[in-house]
């Protein structure tokens, strides 16, 4: 008796919501924008706490909101630019000069 042979079996455009999320997953984990997305996080995280008396919970939902808040409402590359300048400079003390 001759052994089968079978013909491969193309599962192109046949993956399940499950595969194509393992796939984006796997592909946006092992990019540099994410480990630079997750290192500007991290340290946001504690130049918050070093700064802040906020409970990290309450600051966690905050972040939760305005990133979902962030994501409907900039619409482009420049506009998210002037966002995180503008996050950016509210951490930063006026330096005016006193004068009395």
Do not use: N
């Amino acid at each position: 008796m001759p052994p089968s042979r079978s013909e491969p079996v193309s599962v192109v455009g046949s993956s399940g919501f499950g595969e194509r999320l393992a796939d984006f997953i796997a592909a946006f984990g092992g990019s540099w924008k994410f480990i630079i997305l997750f290192g500007l996080s991290l340290a946001g995280w504690i130049i918050t706490l070093k700064f802040s008396t906020v409970k990290p919970v309450i600051i966690a939902i905050v972040v939760q909101a305005l990133w979902g808040l962030g994501k409907t409402a900039i619409k482009g590359t420049l506009l998210g630019a002037v966002v995180v300048a503008a996050i950016a400079m509210s951490f930063l003390e006026p330096s005016c000069s006193e004068s009395s």
